[in-house]
């Protein structure tokens, strides 16, 4: 297991950004393939971004192509997801998550979960 700890989030109008961070600590950081993971009120965890640890290789979902943006600092022990052109459907708890699996983009693969932030996007 990896601890995370999720920051950034916030009340922002709709076309503007944020950029989000998650901090890992307990395990070598750079093993894991990392990710964002969201859930808006009363719908079901959706998997938003990705990167894995093997190859860097990214995956996104198809609702934020072009608008997010994910990276990760091993040095510093940090992933971000900037993300741009805010719509109000992003409205939604984001999670940071680890998974030992070289490559994936299903939330269920994903085994360590900080405790999300919120973003808030107003039209």
């Known amino acids: 297991q990896v601890q995370l700890v999720e920051s950034g989030g916030g009340l922002v109008q709709a076309g503007t950004s944020l950029r989000l961070s998650c901090v890992a600590s307990?395990?070598?950081?750079?093993?894991?393939?990392m990710g964002w993971v969201r859930q808006a009120p009363g719908k079901e965890r959706e998997f938003v971004a990705a990167?894995?640890?093997?190859?860097?290789?990214?995956h996104y979902a198809d609702s934020v192509k072009g608008r997010f943006v994910i990276s990760r600092d091993d040095a510093k022990n940090t992933l971000y997801l900037q993300m741009n052109s805010l719509k109000p459907e992003d409205t939604a708890v984001y999670y940071c998550?680890?998974?030992?699996?070289?490559?994936?983009?299903?939330?269920?693969?994903?085994?360590?979960w900080g405790q999300g932030t919120q973003v808030t996007v107003s039209s």
């Open positions: 998550a680890a998974s030992g699996l070289v490559d994936t983009t299903t939330p269920a693969d994903f085994g360590s």
């Open positions: 307990g395990r070598p950081f750079g093993a894991f393939t």
């Open positions: 990167i894995s640890w093997m190859n860097s290789r990214l």
